[in-house]
C-alpha cells in the first residue's frame, strides 16, 4: 500500500468514494475511465467484496476493463445491458451547469455513449476541474484516421467560422505515433481557452465529415461529487439545485490499493 497519498489522490479517492454510495444493489452500471474513476473502481470492488454488493459493470475503455475484471468486478456489455441505472467518471473540467469536457484519457467516445444510455450520469472530480467558463482545457475531438489532416482543416475553418479567437489544433501523440483510440481512431486536440457557446459548438464540430464525437458532455452530467485535499466532499445536484458539504472518513484499507502493490 502506498504510504501516503497526494492531496490529490486524496480529493480523487474521497469523490470517488462518497459517489460509490448512490449504487444500489442490482444496479447497471457504468464504469468510467481515468484515474478517478480507477478509485471509483477500486471503492466499488471494495463493496462487492465487503458488503456483497451485486451489481454489473459496463466498462467504457479497455483500461478500465482491465482493472475492473482484476477486481472481480462482474461485467457485461452495453449492448448487453441495454440501459444502465447510472454512471460514474470523471472529468477534465466541469461548469456551473454541469456541462464537462471530457477525453484527457482519449475514452471520451464510449464514455459519452455510455453516459447517454444511463439514468443518471455522477461526475467524479477534485476541486481543479470546477471551472466558471470551460475551455483552458483543450477540447479533445475523436477522428477517423482516412483523410484526418483534411478533417483537421475543416475543423480549423468552423472554428474561423465562429469567430473563435484561439483555434490551435494539435494530433495527439503517443511518443513518435499518433496516438490511437480503443475503436481505432486519432484524437484532435483543440487549444482554445475558453468555450462561449459549449452547446453550439458540440453540435457544429459533430456536423465535420470524419469527426465521430468531440468532448463536450452537455445536458448529460446530473450530479458532481468533487473531492477536496481537507476532505470535505462537495455533492452538487443539477436538477435539484442543491449543493451539500459532508466529510467523508479518510479510512482507505489496504484491499484499497491492491491493484497498486
Ligand atoms: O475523460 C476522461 C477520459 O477520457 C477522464 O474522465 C478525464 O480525463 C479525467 O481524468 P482524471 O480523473 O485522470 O483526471
New binding site residues.
Partial sequence: MPADLSPIDKA?FLAAKRATDFVENGMKLGL??????AWMVRCLAERIREEGLRVVGVPTSSRTAQLAAQLGIPLTTLDEAKWLDMTI????EFDGNLNLI???????LQ?KIVATASDQMIVIADAAKDVSQLGAFPLPIEVIPFGWQTTKALVEETLVSLDVLNRDVTLRMNGAAPLVTDESNYILDLHLKRIGNPRQLALVLNQIPGVVENGLFIDICDIVVIGHGDGRVTVRDINSGETEDERVEFVPTSNIFADLD
Fill in positions: 480523487k468510467g475511465t481515468g484515474s478517478t474513476a467518471d470523471g472529468a477534465d471530457k477525453g484527457g484519457g482519449a475514452a471520451l464514455e
